[in-house]
């Protein structure tokens, strides 16, 4: 079963933890193989704050050239009042300013948003966000086929060893897939 399929959707916005993620344990080619398929995005927003990551993460930059995602700049009225709503909702300081991006544009493309902050994450989800995270996103390759499963621990101990917030260890990941049907 291929991701698209899996929700329904075909736009993935992704934000800044699941792009830097793979850029820093230099898996962005990884990345773009498990997204085959989809219609993927990010925001102007969240390219900004990898760009200025960059300065201390150089294989941030990468991010920029890749050409199966496109950054949307939020240049529109309705860009800019989704957006405005979204900050509110998730009470975007500048921390969060990614996240509310990122909900914004998957709503207005009525698409699926890739994030690992919790609380954001939740926020979404109450206001009609479909919202995963970089452990769905590996499940989800897991069952189409794309990685293994012991593949997709691999990559998760190499993102938690960038102090990565996510729910499992790459030891953990089946066991943890299976217990929130994912897999």
């Known amino acids: 079963m ?15 933890m699941c792009l830097s993620q ?5 898996r962005l080619d990884v990345l773009g193989d498990l997204l085959l398929g989809w219609d993927c995005w990010t925001t102007r927003v969240v390219s900004d704050e990898l760009r200025h990551g960059g300065a201390q993460y150089p294989e941030l930059d990468a991010i920029s050239d890749l050409d199966w995602l496109a950054i949307t700049p939020f240049d529109t009225d309705e860009e800019i009042l989704a957006l405005l709503k979204w900050s509110s909702l998730v009470g975007a ?19 699926v948003a ?24 590996l499940a989800m390759a897991c069952r189409g086929g794309k990685l293994t499963e012991v593949n997709a621990g691999s990559l998760i101990d190499g993102f938690l060893s ?3 917030r996510l729910p499992c260890t790459g030891a953990g990941f089946s066991r943890y897939a299976r217990s929130h049907g994912l897999l």
């Open 93 to 111: 300081g500048d921390r969060d300013q990614g996240e509310a991006s990122v909900f914004a544009l998957a709503e207005l493309r009525s698409g």
């Open 22 to 26: 793979f850029a820093r344990t230099d």
């Open 162 to 164: 960038l102090e990565a």
């Open 2 to 16: 291929s991701l698209s399929t899996a929700t329904g959707s075909h736009v993935l916005v992704l934000d800044t």
């Open 114 to 137: 890739l994030t690992d902050d919790r609380r954001a994450k939740q926020v979404a989800r109450e206001h009609g966000i479909e919202v995963h995270g970089t452990v769905w996103l």
